[in-house]
């Protein structure tokens, strides 16, 4: 009998293997009391299994090919300096000494330690680096116990074509486990914002985290789908629900192809209304990914990224780099450098000190953050104008609420552009700035702000998680956070308005403009220029060149007028449907 699992998918692909289960119990730590004249060898000992760990994670990362992006290579460095961390070199060895403990134990109980402070913390973004920990003291201590390190050891006959369900899997084996080609992967822990999930997406391997029990239902050979779009893993699936999920996988593989067609072809409707689809970039990698798929300019650049894994931000100069790059790489076409936008659950590691608030929402992010930091401000507003002299650079605000911060903002920058003239550097003196309309205050004062800046986008995560008082990131209420919510849609249409009214450009750099659900709608609602990531840039353009515009207004005055959620997508996928 074929049983259903629920996870969460972290890619967009299906996968059809048979089970390999990795039974692996935690490492059993040994303890005992070593005499005070073994002190010197046992510390030794511990420094030669540091030593092996920080060789084994060299030889990794040499294997690592050039092609992958520096977001994957990263956790690996991460986890070197660990390695190199006080707290977990000096702490062990504090404990050898004092209470003459083994080196085992004396590291597992500075885990132990490591993991309650995480643990207290609560924040997802520190979550993952409790992960790190874990995955690099389980390394020392094989290193220690003279264990093979990880799944590493499996010979790749038993992994080509299998499903791997693990109760979790570190990046490195991902990585390991995608050279021999599974066809999958399914875990019991982990989340969304893991390395390993976003490892798993960029590599499209398709996989499904957070399945609890799946262990315990999952014998090895079993015939298994992963459904990750719809985060459903088939256990013991019959002969045609196989032919359904290799024909659904054939489709999107052809789908894909068919898509591929569209890179160069414009992003016009069907009755040759003009949009601009601009992309999202996280990471310098992504401007590569941005350019090959056609996009016409950068509609958010999160600089944010910049910043984390690192324990230092980079300097002006580095900055600036990272910033011309993509300047230079769009020549004509606007790029949009959002300035810095930590807190919340985006808080870098180190490199920034954000605090600890009791609502990192609602606390010290975004252009608060950057205005209680003006050294690190100024810095980065004087690497994006810098980089304003190779093209057409935008300067963009996260979290803007009111007409003050904005006056604020705009004193910095006037006081960077007269440092820079003073000192003769080049940059753009015309240097359009723009915010990122997410906040209901600033949604309900927009016509206020569309008259003092350049541009605007709507950041409808925000926008949507601070309308409806919702956390986007806590999944207890993620069936609340709906973007067709009466609410939303008044507030979005009335930043449109406003950008029409005041004659400046109106983008979405939010997800829901990357959601092919919404391209109807929100051209529908005025929308004309689209900021999504590299990923669904093909999918959106297709739908933007099926739509009639002019066919919509019926059903866009109708969701206007829909007093629930329900009416409002049952309008919606009416109008999704024709054309
Ligand atoms: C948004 O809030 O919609 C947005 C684009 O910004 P971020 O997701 O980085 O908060
Ligand atoms: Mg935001």
Redesign the pocket.
């Known amino acids: 009998m074929t049983i259903s699992l629920s996870g969460l998918g972290v890619t967009r692909g299906y996968a059809v293997g048979t089970a390999r289960v990795f039974r692996r119990d935690n490492i059993e730590v040994p303890r005992y009391e070593i005499r005070a004249e073994e002190v010197h060898t046992e510390i030794a000992r511990f420094h030669d299994a540091l030593m092996e760990a920080k060789v084994e994670l060299h030889s990794v990362r040499a294997q690592f090919p050039e092609n992958v992006p520096r977001e994957i290579a990263s956790f690996l460095d991460t986890h070197m300096l660990m390695l190199e961390d006080s707290l977990l070199r000096d702490g062990p060895v504090k404990l050898i000494k004092s209470h003459l403990h083994n080196a085992e134990w004396a590291l597992k109980l500075q885990r132990d330690f490591l993991v309650a402070s995480f643990d207290e913390i609560g924040d997802s973004y520190l979550r993952t680096r409790k992960d790190d920990v874990e995955h690099v003291v389980n390394r020392v201590l094989r290193a220690l116990l003279k264990q093979p390190p990880e799944s590493t050891s499996i010979s790749p006959d038993h992994l080509r074509g299998r499903i791997i369900v693990a109760d979790d899997i570190s990046p490195t084996e991902a990585l390991y486990l995608h050279q021999h080609h599974v066809a999958g992967f399914v875990t019991e822990h982990g989340g969304p914002t893991s390395h390993t999930a976003i490892l798993a997406r960029n590599l499209g391997i398709p996989a499904l985290v957070g399945v609890s029990m799946a262990r315990q239902i999952v014998l090895d050979d079993d015939s298994l789908i992963i459904d990750a779009p719809s985060g459903v893993l088939l256990v013991d699936a019959d002969d045609l629900m196989i032919v359904h999920f290799h024909g659904r996988s054939r489709a999107l593989a052809s789908d894909r192809a068919a898509l591929a067609k569209l890179r160069g072809a414009t992003a016009t409707t069907a009755d040759k209304l003009r949009v601009r689809l601009q992309a999202?970039v996280e990471f310098p990698e992504d401007i590569a990914a941005a350019k090959k798929i056609g996009a016409s300019g950068v509609g958010?650049y999160?600089t944010?990224f910049l910043f984390m894994e690192r324990s230092d931000p980079p300097d002006e100069d580095e900055q600036y780099e990272a910033y011309a790059r993509a300047v230079r790489a769009f020549k004509n076409a606007p790029v949009i450098i959002?300035t810095i936008?930590v807190g919340?659950d985006?808080d870098p590691y180190n490199s920034v000190q954000t605090t600890r608030a009791n609502n990192p929402a609602l606390g010290l992010r975004?252009i608060r953050y950057s205005l209680r930091e003006p050294a690190l401000f100024k810095t980065q507003l004087r690497a994006i104008l810098r980089a304003s002299a190779h093209g057409p650079a935008r300067i963009m605000f996260?979290m803007l609420s009111s007409l003050q911060e904005l006056a604020q903002v705009t004193r910095f920058v006037e006081e960077v552009k007269a440092e820079l003239s003073a000192r003769r550097v080049k940059f753009n003196a015309n240097t359009p700035l723009g915010c990122?309309i997410?906040t209901p205050a600033a949604a309900l004062v927009v016509e206020r702000l569309a008259r003092c800046v350049g541009f605007l986008?709507?950041?409808?995560?925000?926008?949507i998680?601070y309308t409806l008082a919702v956390d986007r990131t806590d999944n207890h209420v993620s069936h609340l956070y709906d973007p067709t919510h009466p609410a939303v849609l008044a507030l979005i249409r009335s930043i449109i308005r406003a950008g029409a009214w005041a004659n400046i450009p109106v983008a979405m750099?939010?997800?829901?403009a990357g959601d092919i659900r919404y391209t109807r709608l929100l051209l529908g609602l005025g929308l004309r220029e689209f900021s999504v990531h590299p990923n669904v840039m093909l999918e959106v353009k297709r739908m933007i060149k099926s739509t009639n515009v002019k066919k919509l207004r019926g059903d866009i005055r109708r969701i206007l007028a829909c007093h629930t959620m329900q009416d409002a997508n049952d309008v919606l996928e009416t109008m999704n449907n024709g054309h």
């Open positions: 999202n958010l999160r944010e959002r936008d919340a985006k975004g996260p990122v997410e986008s709507i950041g409808t995560n925000d926008l998680q750099c939010g997800e829901m």
